[in-house]
């Protein structure tokens, strides 16, 4: 480890990154029950109810790229301060928003304020580990984190039985704050001597300057088209269930949860069994899987929710077992700049996922064939793009 964490500890540290990188699907899944119920509170359509999640992963990735690259220039610790500061305020305000508009105005600010928590939590994870205890140590918080989307819609669809949609949330307040706390006791992990010392401006271009490195970027556009499907399957999950399905708020969220408990198991799987893999055949095989997945759901998926269910899971487990692995790869292909470098992975897996959401989320005569679709066809571009990196020259550590 770079700093021995008096307060925390290297535990405590662990569970702190573990916790940061739970507040993404906590932000999403906590009040996936309730967005039907909204759109009839708010007497506005599924599709202007959606761009609360939609405006929230967008600015999300503004504020990943915006906050990882200070963070290079100032420290983890101040950044991480303010961003989480930031999504405590913007979680109450949600809470207390008198129209939908207000409302995705105070996502909008949420999702600035969690780009901070990301991008800190993914650059600590580069700063105090590395090699083969790096990639156990993401596929241990990647899997643990996963906890989080597991619970989440059970407890929102709970909350709904006994309050509103707006203690899911005061609930997230709640988190934000007990993150803050933990702030103050973490020590700073990026040494002085290690931190961009140009311009403010100037850090910000450091992201130009990781960019420009195409074994990095390569990688980083194709793994993060994953996100893509898994998160128009987020966005319309509920409208699955619960209106084409015709079960109850709390009835989706078990399937949700069971789909979310068969992902924890993805990074597990992946230490324990694929991680002695050759790496290019073990990307390959879960671009082939998803290929699959996505034609069962189109030709079964649409009958019964526990078909959906059953043909979304490999693609859900196999999604979240190439996470370890790309995450460590694309880490070890840029050197420096680490902030930069997690705010653009980040970044590109939520501009992925903000698209799959607006695709799922448009007009489709069924939901369930057109998000199908919309796997089978991110899935052949994941694939055919893989095979031309590895077919080509650019450079890619750990792969080829």
């Known amino acids: ?224 088209l994953y996100s893509l499907p898994f998160m128009g399957y987020i966005a319309v999950s509920s409208y699955i269930y619960v209106d084409y399905f015709g079960l109850s708020e709390q009835t989706y969220s078990y399937f949700f949860a069971i789909n979310a408990l068969c992902s924890l198991i993805g990074p597990i799987l992946f230490v324990k069994f694929f991680s002695r893999m050759n790496k290019a055949k073990f990307a390959s095989g879960c671009f082939v899987l998803a290929i699959i997945c996505s ?14 269910l059953l043909t979304f899971i490999p693609f859900s487990l196999m999604g979240t077992a190439v996470r370890p692995f790309s995450t460590n790869i694309l880490l070890d292909q840029q050197q420096s700049d680490t902030g930069s470098a997690s705010s653009l992975i980040n970044a590109c897996n939520t501009v992925c996922g903000s698209i799959g959401m607006m695709a799922a989320s448009a007009a489709w005569s069924n939901i369930v064939v057109a998000l199908g679709v919309i796997m089978f066809v991110t899935s052949i571009i994941m694939l055919i793009a893989w095979f031309a990196l590895l077919k080509s020259k650019i450079p890619c550590i750990g792969v080829k």
């Open 295 to 308: 034609v069962l759901i189109i030709n079964f998926g649409k009958m019964a929710p526990i078909l959906f």
């Open 1 to 224: 480890m770079a700093t021995k964490q008096k307060y925390l500890g290297n535990m405590g540290l662990i569970i702190f990154i573990t916790v940061m990188n739970m507040f993404i699907p906590l932000s999403t899944d906590l009040y996936l029950p309730a967005l039907p119920t909204m759109s009839a509170y708010f007497g506005v359509s599924t599709s202007l109810t959606n761009l609360t999640l939609v405006s929230f992963f967008f600015f999300y990735a503004v504020g990943t790229l915006l906050w990882g690259p200070l963070s290079d220039k100032y420290g983890r610790k101040p950044i991480l301060f303010i961003g989480t500061l930031l999504y405590v305020f913007s979680s109450a305000s949600c809470a207390l928003a008198v129209n939908v508009y207000f409302l995705i105005i105070s996502r909008i600010l949420q999702g600035i304020g969690a780009g901070s928590i990301t991008a800190v939590s993914t650059a600590l994870i580069k700063d105090c580990f590395q090699g083969k205890q790096r990639e156990n140590i993401l596929a241990l918080v990647q899997s643990m984190a996963g906890i989080a989307p597991m619970i989440a819609p059970i407890i929102g669809a709970f909350i709904l039985q006994i309050a509103s949609w707006r203690e899911t949330f005061w609930i997230l307040a709640v988190v934000g704050g007990l993150c803050l706390l933990t702030t103050i006791f973490y020590q700073e992990t990026l040494p002085d001597n290690e931190r961009y010392e140009g311009t403010l401006l100037g850090s910000l271009g450091r992201l130009s300057v990781v960019g420009r490195n195409i074994g990095f970027l390569a990688p980083t556009i194709i793994f993060s």
